[in-house]
């Protein structure tokens, strides 16, 4: 699994912990538990190195009516979300 995020050229140049210059990136291996429609990122590469290396990401997936995969983070102290859409 990898997983790379451009952000969009603001007045302020975004950074922050896992956000560098704009830009995040990571990879691993991941767990699928498909009874509780959850998946776990195995972090093994990061651009933010060892902030995220050797940590589980717990998310949470859901597939809409039309198709649409949407994950969110498992844990109670991140509040964002991200929707697939298939064209």
């Known amino acids: ?9 603001l007045p302020t140049n975004q950074s922050n912990q896992y956000v560098l ?4 990136a990571s990879f691993g291996s ?5 009874a509780r ?3 776990t990122h195995h972090v ?9 290396v050797g940590k589980d990401l717990p998310r949470v997936y859901q597939f809409t009516a039309d198709g649409k995969l949407i994950i969110l983070s498992a ?9 697939w859409e298939h064209y």
């Open 1 to 9: 699994m990898s997983v790379q995020l451009l952000y969009p050229k």
């Open 44 to 52: 093994q590469g990061s651009n933010t190195r060892d902030l995220l």
């Open 75 to 83: 844990r109670p102290d991140e509040h964002w979300s991200v929707t």
């Open 30 to 34: 991941y767990d699928v538990d498909e």
């Open 37 to 39: 429609h959850t998946l």
């Open 21 to 24: 210059d704009g830009y995040e």
